[in-house]
């Protein structure tokens, strides 16, 4: 049952949005932007009610699993706020293993409590504190986290078109047609979370224009995004640090910098490639490898999980130890899974059947890139290439379920949708040549 409040105020961000434009965005096509967010709230809401009446095994249904424990940990601010209070800001260890609600906390604590993957307490929290505002059902909750997916999505195509001299709308509209980032993140999940986050982040480096207001909105963005999903906040961090140095570096020369290197030192490339050498080597002399140790206990368990579910849609994915061979072995599997999934031979569900056009698109955006790469946008073709390579490593090293894989391919779009945008436009003006 979804109470009236939060039915009241779904009303009135629609009557908003009906009356008054949003910045860069074209008053005209309001419509439009009433229509994504419907889409949104009625996938969101599909999503619940798929986890609830067709799979009913809430034990192994994500929406359903936070959702749980947050009740758990609202009841505890019924009868003890400052108990409640403690524990959401991490101050205490009631939920922790031996904590007396540990019990009722099944998703609090990770099998591999690494703080780089234990991220489901970020959506726990949020879910909680919907709860203490009104929000007594899962249904409730799903339509906000439908609106922090669409708040986030809006930031990042007025980032994008901003950036690339493109059109908001149809960003907007060509983002929630991929699949992965439609589902996903309009249901109450975290990668409704990371959206929001990425939009905040995003838009504040980019959109305001006092620099410390920027700054501060940026790293607040980026810390909410941490507790969220870790390696995300790394990887936009350093999507912010290559675009800022690129940006330097291509305003220096501009303006008559004098120092001259050779025509083939690129510095976008070379200076991260030699620090991923020095960490090979510093790692391989001190045998100390905590990336390689992470990624390694990532895989052994959702593997160990995978087998003890029975996962339809698992492929192929050999273990690795915490060692740079080993890792490299599992690394080009990971970029097939990553890259190339689904092949013919997975099509065992209807997820799987769903990424194929996301397939698709991967190619179309390595065929943007190829575009993209003269429109002077040095900068951001860098910034979104080591962004986009490391999170297909990060997916691929440790991602043997194709479920799964689909799922965190997500937060990959909004950053490469000027090049799925320019691959479409030279595929439409070549047809319409044609025709």
Known sequence: MVSWPFLFGIFALFICLWKFPLPGFEQNKKYII????????????GTVALYTYYYTDNSKADVHRYYNDAVNMAEVHANAPDEFWANWFGLATDFE?????????????????????NDNRAVIRTHAILRLLGGNSLWAHSLIFSIFGFVGSYLLCRVVG?????????????????PAVLIWSSAPLKEALVLLQMGLALGSWFLIKNRIWSFLGAAAAIALLHFTKSYMAFLLLGFISVYSLSSYWESKKNNGFKFKLPSYFIPELVFPLLGIAFYVVFSSLTHWNPILSMLSTKLHHFLNLAAAE?????????????????????LKWGFVNAL???????????FTWIMLPESMAILLIGFGLWLGKNKGMRAWFWASLW????????????????????????PLWPLFLPYLWLSIEWIGKNLKRRF
């Open 340 to 350: 190339f999934r689904p092949l013919p031979g997975d099509f065992h569900g209807i």
């Open 34 to 45: 009433l229509f994504i967010l419907s889409l949104r709230i009625a996938v969101g809401l």
């Open 387 to 410: 962004y986009g390579l490391a999170l297909l490593v990060l997916m691929g090293v440790t991602t043997p379920v194709l479920g799964s894989l689909f799922r965190y391919k997500m």
């Open 310 to 330: 029975q996962a339809g849609s698992q492929v192929y994915l050999p273990p690795f130890e915490p060692d740079w061979l080993p890792f490299l072995a599992t």
């Open 97 to 117: 293993y031996e904590g007396r609600h540990f019990d009722c906390m099944l998703n609090w604590v990770h099998p591999y409590g690494n703080r780089m993957y």
């Open 162 to 178: 901003s950036r690339w001299n493109l059109p908001p709308t149809g960003l907007l509209i060509l983002l929630h047609a991929i």
